[in-house]
């Protein structure tokens, strides 16, 4: 895929220092057709990027408030809708089920249309969504309409990384990532507390009509603002790698979130969760094979060539673990301060709020510190705050003052912003323009499913462990359980490196 907006920081006409362009195409084919957001040579953006990027950080921040915003709801839900809770608890399965499913297709979807059209695509399947929730006359319905929000979620994250892939200078790139974690860290902490706030004085059905005018303006501004970014590459769909992601990210992704809401005999995992989990497997293993046998003819509907790039590989296992740290503490936490310390959902979404917004705010800093610094001193730093903050979450008891909560939490939450911003580039920096898209579509596939199975995995220990010591106990063992884990993280970030640009790997092709 050729990008229409060349990054150049060192004054050279053409191409950034070490990005990969085909030798075989003409010069005139990287330079952006009329209409075209043009990016300046040097590291300055111009004023149409900034209304692109911009743009799509307000709407993604929308749609991932989103995500968290029914989780206080579920209670409400079986009352009003007379439903008992495994069937309520489908509003959230079903949502994370069609993230898990669309987003590996993101990568074909964001080479194949504009990036107007994707743009629109999104926020029209979010805002007839949430629309449809906020008339929805009863739980099927609501469940449908969930599903529609889901499928536009699932590509606004990835457009949006794509979209600073391309016309963020590298110099910048820290920086303007540094402002994505607005997006992925403050919205989903504001989730709770905003439900919490509605719950209170209005019906559920105020949590769509709450979101639903700021999405319809992010449509109206998007679609009079936004220019195409990149070319469109008309490349064929797999409708059998499409129909594969079906049994292996959704069978991984239930399986997981059923082994970790306990669903078998005496809280174990049931006989449908471990089912499920084999079939995702399995599934795995074949879109995988798949998808090699395809990359011959050019044509994977994920391109997994991103993972020849040694520093992308290691930024998504550090990713990785730090999902599989932060859906863990942000499950066990509200436990804790609910079923332990008697708190209400307000309330514990008000505790957990500071966490969120530290971790936002500091997103843009921390990304300028990554253009100056490098990744390594940041994720060093991070993951031994996320080690030291968990760590101390195990030693929690009936007695410990929210306040100290509170602290722990933002530390933990200054952690995993040391780690997302410098994780997030670093990986995706050395990527040809052609994988952009795969390479972020990849990024947010895998934090799916490290999410999924940190929850399973903390709140199955959680499970066990309370059933025979109590719910202290429980938690302790959760917790010292992920302790381990983010002992991998220190390990991952000591391995990360700075990467200058793209660079093909031997016997990689270039676009």
Same mark, same amino acid.
């Given at each position: ?53 911009? $743009? ?105 990384? $794509? ?42 059905? !105020?949590? !769509? ?102 520093? !992308? ?34 309330? $514990? ?15 843009? !800093? ?54 997302? $911003? ?90």
């Amino acid at each position: 895929m050729s990008s229409k907006v060349t990054l150049n920081s060192h004054g050279e006409p053409g191409q950034e220092p070490g990005s990969v362009l085909d030798s075989a195409q003409p010069t005139a084919a990287t330079a952006p057709p009329s209409g075209a957001a043009r990016q300046p040579s040097n590291d300055k953006m111009s004023r149409e990027s900034v209304t692109v990027i911009v $743009t799509l950080l307000v709407a993604t921040f929308v749609v991932i408030l989103n995500e968290t915003i029914m989780n206080v709801a579920l209670q409400r839900l079986m009352v009003d809708l007379q439903v008992d809770a495994p069937t309520v608890q489908w509003l959230s399965t079903g949502f994370m089920l069609t993230m898990a499913v669309v987003i590996p297709t993101t990568g074909f979807i964001l080479q194949r249309l504009s990036t107007r059209a994707v743009f629109l695509l999104a926020m029209g399947l979010f805002a007839g969504g949430t629309a449809l929730a906020a008339v929805a006359p009863g739980f099927e319905i609501l469940l449908l309409a969930r599903v529609i929000q889901a499928g536009g979620t699932a590509i606004m994250l990835p457009l949006l990384m $794509t979209t600073i892939l391309t016309l963020v200078p590298l110099a910048r790139r820290g920086a303007v990532m540094g402002n994505v974690s607005i997006a992925i860290s403050v919205a989903p902490a504001m989730g709770p507390t905003v439900s919490g706030l509605i719950l209170e004085h209005f019906s559920w059905r !105020f949590m !769509f009509v709450f979101v639903l005018p700021i999405a319809l303006a992010a449509l109206a501004i998007g679609a009079r603002y936004l220019t195409n970014v990149g070319e469109t590459e008309k490349s064929r769909l797999d409708f059998l790698s499409v129909a594969l992601t079906v049994p292996a990210f959704g069978g991984l992704v239930y399986g997981l979130s059923q082994i970790g809401g306990g669903h078998g005999a005496g809280g174990g995992p049931g006989a449908a969760a471990l089912t499920a989990l084999a079939v995702g497997v399995a599934g795995l293993v074949v879109f995988v094979l798949r998808q090699l046998r395809l990359q011959k003819s050019e044509a994977p509907l994920l391109d997994l060539r991103a993972f020849n790039f040694r520093m !992308f590989t290691v930024s998504v296992l550090l990713l990785v673990v730090a999902m599989i740290a932060l859906f863990g503490a942000v499950i066990l936490l509200p436990l804790y301060l609910q079923e332990i310390r008697g708190l209400k959902s307000l309330e $514990t979404g008000l505790a957990l709020l500071p966490g969120g917004l530290a971790m936002g705010l500091l997103g843009p !800093f921390i990304g300028r510190l990554f253009d100056k610094l490098g990744p390594l001193p940041l994720t060093v730093t991070g993951s031994s705050l996320l080690v030291l903050s968990l760590w101390q979450f195990s030693m929690l008891d009936a007695g410990t003052p929210v306040w100290w909560i509170v602290t722990l939490h933002v530390v933990l939450s200054l952690g995993l912003a040391l780690l997302f $911003t410098p994780a997030f580039t670093t990986g995706l920096n050395p990527l040809p323009p052609h994988l952009y898209s795969h390479g972020s579509a990849i990024m947010s596939t895998l934090q799916q499913v490290a999410g999924a199975a940190g929850t399973a995995l903390l709140v199955s220990i959680f499970a066990v462990v309370s059933a025979g010591s109590g719910l202290v106990a429980g938690m302790s063992a959760a917790f010292l359980t992920a302790t381990a884990i983010a002992v991998a993280a220190v390990v991952l970030a000591a391995m990360m490196r700075k990467t200058a640009g793209a660079e093909a790997p031997q016997g990689a092709p270039t676009h």
